[in-house]
């Protein structure tokens, strides 16, 4: 079992920057992969950022792609999505998920948080 929390949403103008972290509770944790996700109200779950479980290899969403950075800290439990040059469209609920494989799509994720609000304003 992993439980996943998330922290560091907020509100920012556009143009700026935040990190997100998700602490992940278990002894396991450098198993999985880990992934973002966001839903923004009205829209469905999408895929945002992923990283392996050595975190040798990422993956982006287009619409994030050279905005985003994806990283985790194994001795620590903690994935982190460093958001730079942020677009009011990017206002979601972020979502950190976990899986033992890797994973874009939101059907094949083992291991949801509850998130963590982001607000862009223009």
């Known amino acids: 079992q992993v439980q996943l929390v998330e922290s560091g949403g907020g509100l920012v103008q556009a143009g700026g920057s935040l990190r997100l972290s998700c602490a992940a509770s278990g002894r396991t944790f450098s198993r999985y992969a880990m992934g973002w996700f966001r839903q923004a109200p009205g829209k469905e779950r999408e895929f945002v950022a992923l990283i392996s479980w050595n975190g040798g290899d990422t993956y982006y969403a287009d619409s994030v792609k050279g905005r985003f950075t994806i990283s985790r800290d194994n001795a620590k439990n903690t994935v982190y999505l460093q958001m730079n040059s942020l677009k009011p469209e990017d206002t979601a609920l972020y979502y950190c998920?976990?899986?033992?494989?890797?994973?874009?799509?939101?059907?094949?994720?083992?291991?949801w948080g509850k998130g963590t609000l982001v607000t862009v304003s223009s």
């Open positions: 998920a976990a899986r033992l494989g890797l994973f874009t799509a939101a059907d094949l994720v083992d291991y």
